[in-house]
């Protein structure tokens, strides 16, 4: 009866992750270093304007990589607060999801849901 709740817990963590646009923050965060990385490499930029430049990337990066840090905070503090409930509600089904084995069990469960949700949904 364990598996159940941590098969339940571990398909809710993957549509909580799913909609976070977490992949989308990471791909302007590397746009920005790339775009970066061409001004500095660049011969036909002066280093005036190398100098002018920069530290607009670096605050955009620093900002963009500060947005990808807080959609996984609160990725974590969702998932932790999931866990709390179920370990209110079943503890013997947390006891699992901490355990080795659960741990495992989860990681291949998600994996599943989680390719298998992209090959339906785009469908």
Known sequence: MIWLPALLLSCLIVEMFAHIPIAQS?????????????VILSPG???????????????????????????????AVVAAGAMAIMERAMPEAALFMLSARGVAFGFAVSILYFCGRRRFVRA
């Open 26 to 38: 990471a791909v302007l965060t590397l746009q920005s270093g790339a775009r970066a990385r061409r």
């Open 45 to 75: 930029i002066s280093d005036h304007w190398k100098e002018r430049v920069m530290p607009v990337y670096a605050l955009r990066m620093g900002r963009q990589w500060l947005v990808l840090a807080g959609y996984f905070a609160i990725f």
